[in-house]
Each structure stands twice: as structure tokens, then as C-alpha cells.
């Protein structure tokens, strides 16, 4: 399938569904705002584009699904979509409702933002998966289900949310005047956004691909380069911006909020990066022939 052909309505159901206001009021607590807007993700069918076609799903690998997991960022969206598709390709009869995932094994920073708005838990560790409803009991994970891969969801949402943050920053700095001139012509104004517009592009190629890699490696360097980006993003965004932005009646703080909670959503960058040295550790190769075989699983490296 191309990729485009999915995006494209993806991103225009999002547009309908998901813009800041219907946000605002879903983390406000208007569940009839949240049913709604699950509703419309629930028709689309989305939701099972992980599931195999043998389950009634579209059978999609993660590579195919990874411009739909950053869109979900770049809108904000306030419900575990992404979430939900992996759990519904992890689980044979997975409940109804929206699933967040929760990962023990990255410590206290581990948990899932969007608990407070799931009607269940998935608990993802080496061990298993386990729903925390009356619903459904442990069960064996699939092959190469773990962490990793609700950490790269996460990653995912950071790249997204980037990108959007970074549009903010430059639209800001195109159009406030002072002194007689746009802040975007300030040479400590360019810099940031040139900085800004190199992580945006990093994040993106590391998620995009641990989505086709998406083993332990390729997944930890993504959920490591994506969480240290996020908290930078941020901070520079609300200098280029000012004040304004961490008014609730602006946007960026939508976005801003979202890359520090998923900055620690299943292990921060201090995590991952422990996690990828012990494996490098674990090997003797030379770091390039290593990088090759683990993180672009090239044929014939090591």
C-alpha cells in the first residue's frame, strides 16, 4: 500500500476529529467529548491496522503505520490511538475501548500518560502481557512484543509533536514585529530554529526507522535520540515564542506539555541509553559493522 494513500485520510480525519479545541476539551475531563472523539476512531477502522488479516485487521507492518503513529503527535491527540493499535495486534481477543500500556521495567518514569482516559491497561513487561480488567487474564506476548515497542510509540508522538512545535516557533517569528522587524531576522532567533529544525529531522529518521527495524536496538536509539530532543524543543519553542506560549489559550503548550510526558513515557532517554550500551556491550564487533546488523539490520554485517 502507499504510504500516501493511507496518510492522506489519516491526516484529514485527525483535522476533523482532533482539532485544539476538541483537545482542550478532552483534558478537561468531557468524557462526552472523549467518546465522541474515540467514536470516530473507532469507525475508521484504524485501529486495527496492526491486526493480521487472518483476525479481520489490514495486516499493516509498523513501517507502513509510521507516518499514521506521528500524525497522531503532530495533532495532539489526547486518547491512546497508538497505544490501542498495538495492543489489538498483540492480543487475539482484545477488549473493546481504549488501551493504554503501562512498562514496569522502565521505573518509575515508565508509566503511560493516557491512563486517567483508558478503559484498560495493558501491562507490557519481558515477562508478558497482562490486562489490568476483570476482561482478560496474562498472556503470552507474541514474537518480539516487549517495551521497546510502546516506548516507540512514544517516540513517535515526540516526532510529531516536533514537528508541529517547530511550525509554531517559525510562524511566530515570521510575523511578531518588533523594533520595526520580524523576530525570525535576530540571528539567536535563527540559530534556535535551525537547531530546532535538525532535531525535528533526527527524531523523525530514527522512529521511522526502528518502525522497519523494530527490534530492541533500532527502538531503544529511536525512544533515546526522541526523549533527549524533547525537553530542547521545548525549551527553545517558549524562548522564540515568549510568555504567550504557556497561556492556555495557546496552542503551543498543547505540544509542549506532550514532548516532556512522552519525554518519560516508558523510559527516558537515560533508560534507552543505558539499555543500547548494555547490548552494544554484549558484543564484540566493531561499533560500525554493530550499528549495521542491529539498527539497519543489514544483510551480512557482523
Same mark, same amino acid.
Given at each position: 500500500m502507499d504510504v500516501a494513500e493511507l496518510a492522506a485520510?489519516?491526516?484529514?480525519? $485527525?483535522?476533523? $476529529?482532533?482539532?485544539? /479545541? @476538541?483537545?482542550? @476539551?478532552?483534558e478537561a475531563?468531557?468524557?462526552?467529548?472523549?467518546?465522541?472523539?474515540?467514536?470516530?476512531?473507532? *469507525?475508521?477502522?484504524?485501529?486495527?491496522?496492526?491486526?493480521?488479516? @487472518?483476525?479481520?485487521? @489490514?495486516? &499493516? *507492518? &509498523?513501517?507502513?503505520?509510521?507516518? &499514521?503513529?506521528?500524525?497522531?503527535?503532530r495533532h495532539a491527540v489526547p486518547l491512546p490511538v497508538g497505544q490501542t493499535m498495538l495492543a489489538r495486534a498483540w492480543l487475539d481477543a482484545p477488549p473493546d475501548g481504549r488501551i493504554a500500556l503501562a512498562t514496569p521495567e522502565a521505573g518509575i518514569f515508565g508509566a503511560e500518560p493516557f491512563r486517567l482516559v483508558a478503559n484498560h491497561v495493558l501491562v507490557v513487561d519481558s515477562g508478558g502481557l497482562?490486562?489490568?480488567?476483570?476482561?482478560?487474564?496474562?498472556? $503470552?506476548?507474541?514474537?518480539? *512484543?516487549?517495551?521497546?515497542?510502546?516506548?516507540?510509540?512514544a517516540a513517535a508522538a515526540i516526532a510529531g509533536a516536533s514537528e508541529r512545535v517547530l511550525a509554531l516557533a517559525i510562524d511566530h517569528a515570521n510575523t511578531r514585529v518588533q523594533f520595526?522587524? /520580524?523576530?525570525?531576522?535576530?540571528?539567536?532567533?535563527?540559530?534556535? &530554529?535551525?537547531?530546532?529544525?535538525?532535531?525535528?529531522?533526527?527524531v523523525r529518521l530514527m522512529v521511522e526507522q526502528a518502525c522497519a527495524v523494530p527490534n530492541l536496538a533500532s527502538c531503544a536509539a529511536a525512544k533515546a535520540v526522541a526523549s533527549a530532543a524533547a525537553a530542547d524543543m521545548a525549551e527553545a519553542a517558549h524562548a522564540v515564542i515568549g510568555a504567550i506560549g504557556i497561556s492556555a489559550e495557546h496552542d503551543l503548550q498543547l505540544y509542549t506539555r506532550r514532548l516532556h510526558a512522552m519525554r518519560l513515557a516508558h523510559g527516558s532517554e537515560s533508560h534507552w541509553q543505558r539499555v543500547l550500551g548494555a547490548l552494544r556491550l554484549a558484543s564484540d564487533a566493531p561499533c560500525v559493522d554493530w550499528l549495521r546488523a542491529e539498527i539497519f539490520a543489514e544483510v551480512g554485517a557482523l
Open positions: 485520510p489519516f491526516e484529514r480525519m $485527525l483535522e476533523e $476529529l482532533c482539532p485544539p /479545541p @476538541a483537545v482542550r @476539551a478532552v475531563g468531557d468524557t462526552g467529548a472523549a467518546q465522541a472523539m474515540w467514536a470516530g476512531f473507532a *469507525a475508521s477502522g484504524f485501529l486495527d491496522a496492526l491486526v493480521p488479516e @487472518a483476525r479481520g485487521g @489490514a495486516g &499493516l *507492518a &509498523l513501517a507502513d503505520i509510521a507516518p &499514521l503513529l506521528i500524525a497522531l503527535g497482562t490486562i489490568e480488567s476483570a476482561l482478560s487474564g496474562a498472556q $503470552l506476548p507474541p514474537s518480539g *512484543a516487549g517495551p521497546h515497542l510502546a516506548a516507540l510509540i520595526g522587524k /520580524p523576530v525570525g531576522r535576530q540571528q539567536a532567533v535563527q540559530h534556535m &530554529l535551525a537547531v530546532m529544525a535538525e532535531q525535528v529531522v533526527a
